[in-house]
T-cell receptor, first 112, second 113 residues
């Protein structure tokens, strides 16, 4: 079945460092891909999405490009801030139900 | 303000005592679903509903029930909770299927002792 694999955390960075969180997927057909972010004590929020190959989603300085040839959707940010500390989930929509299938999440901790 | 509201936020209960977690959305969304979040497993779908009176099982439905009598409400019912249902639960809604942006509630931390 469809699945998402993302890098294990936690990822600890200093403020202004470059961030990459890897995400790869397995899917039949042509899924839409998402990154959701979960700040401490809160529910998930959509960070960005891409609906077809070569699309780039971007928001709040974060970017991810839908790479069909490598089945990847890596999240990047050029300069992280302490306020970016959160859990990041890669996800895809799969199957006839259009349900979201999540990766296990990556905890990002940014230190001042 | 567009939102998904879950109640309660925290709940400690005993094995076998029936409980209901409520979920309400004010965005007129058709699609609603319940997830549980467990360490190392990410979020797994319990049940979903594509519209009023239409519900179906997700990946981990055992031990749970849902109903969708009105568009805005989608309660999660645990008829006889067990300790393996201790988890963080999220309700989510979207306009039509999860291909559109999903809005999540703040979560319900359930502990079954």
């Amino acid at each position: 079945g469809d699945s998402v694999t993302q890098m294990e955390g936690p990822v600890t960075l200093s403020e202004e460092a470059f961030l990459t969180i890897n995400c790869t997927y397995t899917a039949t057909g042509y899924p839409s891909l998402f990154w959701y972010v979960q700040y401490p004590g809160e529910g998930l929020q959509l960070l960005l999405k891409a609906t077809k190959a070569d699309d780039k989603g971007s928001n709040k300085g974060f970017e991810a490009t839908y790479r069909k040839e490598t089945t990847s959707f890596h999240l990047e940010k050029g300069s992280v801030q302490v306020s970016d500390s959160a859990v990041y989930f890669c996800a895809l929509t799969g199957g006839a139900t259009n349900k979201l299938i999540f990766g296990t999440g990556t905890l990002l901790a940014v230190q001042p | 303000e567009a939102q998904v509201t879950q109640n309660p936020r925290y709940l400690i209960t005993v094995t076998g005592k029936k409980l209901t977690v409520t979920c309400s959305q004010n965005m007129n969304h058709e699609y609603m679903s319940w997830y549980r979040q467990d360490p190392g497993l990410g979020l797994r779908q319990i049940y979903y509903s594509m519209n009023v009176e239409v519900t179906d099982k997700g990946d981990v439905p055992e031990g749970y029930k849902v109903s969708r009598k009105e568009k805005r409400n989608f309660p999660l019912i645990l008829e006889s909770p067990s300790p393996n249902q201790t988890s963080l639960y999220f309700c989510a809604s979207s306009l039509s299927g999860m291909n559109t942006e999903a809005f999540f509630g703040q979560g319900t931390r359930l502990t079954v002792v």
